[in-house]
C-alpha cells in the first residue's frame, strides 16, 4: 500500500511512524467537529426518539416461549392429575409437565440475560454478556426443538390410551409400540453418535454434526465467547 | 424530562466527536456511518437515565459508541464490503481549503489513517481508537473492562502489529 509512505516518508519504523497516525486522528478529529456540527442538530431531533431495540424481537420470542411452556403444564398437569389411573396417558402428561417447566426455564435464562444488556458496560463485559446470551438462545433453541423427535408420539398415545380405556381394551396397539421403540432406538442413536463423532481426532465430523444440529450458529457464538477470553487474558495474538 | 434532555443533548453536543470518531471508524459506507452515529446517540439517550454525573462522560459514552458500533459490525458480518477509502475521506470533508498541498497531504495521512484502523480486529480497533485519542491507559481499561496492565501490554502488541504492518506494505 503506497498510503503509508505518506505517513512515513523515510520508512523508518520508528515512533515517528506512530506519531503519524496521532497528526493523522487530530486532522480528522478537526475535521469531523467542523463537518459534523450542523449535523447532531437533525441527529437529535429526528432519530433520538426512534431507538432501535435490536433485542426486542428476541424478548418477545422467550415470552412467547414462557407462554407456550405454561400451556404445556396446564395439559400436563391437567393429564396425569384426571387420568391417573391410565399409566400411559399419566406418563404423558408427566412427560409434557416437565417438558413444559424445562421451556419457561430455558426462556427465563435468556430474557434474564437480555435484561442484563446494559450498553454503558466496559466493552469487553458487555461483549461476553452478548456471546452468553446468543448461547443460551441457541441452547434454549435446540433443548426446546430436539424433544420433538418423541414428543410427536404424546397426542396419539393418549388418544388411543382413552379410546381403549373408554372401550375396555387393555395396552397399546403393537404400531404405536413399534413407534415409542423406534423413537427411543433413534433418541439412544443420536445420542450415541453425538459422542463417538465429538472423540478426540474426529473435529471435522464433530464440527458437521455441532453445524446440522444449531445451523453452525453454536459453534460461532462459543469460537466468539472463546475470542473474547483469550483477549483477556492476552492470548490474542 | 425536557431538562434532562437538554442536558443530555449539551453533553452530546459537547462530545460529539466521540461519536463520530467511532462511527467513522466501524461504518463501511457514509450511509452505514451515519446510521451507527445516530443509533450511538439514540442508545445513549436510552441509557441516560443511568449515567451517574460524578462519573466521566466521555468514558460512559465511549463505552456506548464502542459497544453499539462492534455489534453494529458483526451484525453486518461480511455482507457489506468496506468503501474504498477514498471515497470515504471524500465524505468526510467538503470544505476547500486556501493550501491545495498541505490538504493534499493531510489527505494522505487520514487515508492512511483509515487503512491501519481497517486492518484491526474490532476489539483492537477500539483500543486503537483510545490511544490515539490519548486517553490514559485508566481510561481506556475503564472503557474496555481491562486492568492497566492488561492495557500496557496490548498497546505494546498493537503498536508493534501495526509498525510490522506499516513495514510490509
Redesign the interface.
Known amino acids: ?8 516518508p523515510t ?1 523508518e ?1 520508528d515512533d515517528d ?2 506519531d ?6 487530530k ?3 478537526a ?7 450542523l ?2 442538530d437533525a ?2 431531533d429526528r ?2 426518539g ?3 431495540a ?1 433485542l426486542r424481537p428476541l424478548a418477545i420470542g422467550q415470552t412467547m416461549q414462557i407462554l407456550f411452556g405454561i400451556v404445556c403444564v396446564l395439559i400436563g398437569v391437567g393429564l396425569w392429575k384426571t387420568f391417573y389411573a391410565i399409566v400411559p396417558v399419566l406418563l404423558a402428561g408427566i412427560v409434557l409437565h416437565v417438558y413444559g417447566v424445562a421451556t419457561i426455564v430455558a426462556a427465563g435464562i435468556v430474557l434474564g440475560g437480555i435484561s442484563r444488556i ?10 461476553r454478556r ?1 456471546a452468553k446470551l446468543r448461547r443460551s438462545y441457541i441452547f434454549s433453541g435446540m433443548a426446546i426443538g430436539l424433544p420433538w423427535w418423541g414428543l410427536w408420539m404424546l397426542p396419539p398415545m393418549v388418544i388411543v390410551s382413552l379410546q381403549n380405556a373408554k372401550n375396555g381394551v387393555d395396552g397399546l396397539p403393537m404400531w404405536l409400540w413399534m413407534s415409542l421403540a423406534l423413537c427411543a432406538l433413534a433418541a439412544i442413536g443420536t445420542l450415541w453418535f453425538h459422542r463417538w463423532s465429538h472423540r478426540p481426532g474426529r473435529e471435522a465430523l464433530a464440527k458437521r454434526v455441532d453445524d446440522a444440529a444449531a445451523g453452525g450458529s453454536l459453534r460461532r457464538a462459543q469460537a466468539e465467547l472463546n475470542d ?1 477470553e483469550r ?2 487474558d ?1 492470548e ?2 | 424530562m425536557d431538562t434532562r434532555r437538554a442536558r443530555f ?1 449539551a453533553l ?2 459537547t462530545h ?2 466521540i461519536v ?2 467511532v462511527a ?1 471508524s466501524y461504518g463501511r459506507t457514509p450511509e452505514d456511518r ?1 446510521d451507527l ?3 450511538i ?7 441516560f437515565s ?2 451517574d454525573p460524578e462519573r466521566s462522560f466521555s468514558t ?1 459514552l465511549y ?2 459508541a ?3 458500533a ?2 453494529h459490525l458483526r ?1 453486518l458480518g461480511a455482507q457489506t464490503p468496506t468503501e474504498p ?1 477514498d471515497e470515504r475521506h471524500e465524505s ?4 476547500a481549503t486556501a493550501d491545495d498541498n498541505a490538504r493534499h ?2 489527505d ?6 483509515y ?2 484502523i481497517d486492518r484491526q ?1 474490532p ?2 480497533r ?1 483500543l486503537l481508537l483510545l490511544w ?3 486517553r490514559s491507559q485508566r481510561e481506556i481499561g ?5 486492568s492497566e496492565s ?1 492495557v500496557a ?2 498497546l505494546n ?1 498493537l ?1 508493534r ?3 510490522e504492518q ?2 510490509g ?1
Do not use: C
Request: hydrophobic share 40%; net charge positive; charged share 30%.
Open positions: 500500500m503506497t498510503t503509508t509512505n505518506t505517513m512515513n520508512t519504523l511512524s506512530l503519524d497516525l496521532k497528526l493523522a486522528w486532522t480528522l478529529d475535521r469531523l467537529q467542523r463537518q459534523n456540527a449535523q447532531l441527529l437529535r432519530k433520538i426512534r431507538i432501535r435490536s446494559d450498553r454503558s458496560l466496559p466493552v469487553l463485559d458487555l461483549q452478548l473474547l483477549y483477556v492476552g490474542d495474538r | 443533548a452530546l453536543d460529539r466527536g463520530f470518531k467513522n451515519q452515529a445516530q443509533e446517540a439514540a442508545q445513549s439517550w436510552r441509557a443511568g449515567y460512559w463505552r456506548i464502542l459497544n453499539v462492534i455489534s451484525s477509502l468526510h470533508d467538503g470544505l497531504e493531510s494522505q495521512r487520514i487515508r492512511a489513517l487503512a491501519v480486529s476489539l483492537d477500539a490515539l485519542d490519548e475503564d472503557v474496555l473492562g481491562l492488561n501490554t496490548k502488541r503498536k502489529r501495526i509498525r506499516m513495514a506494505d
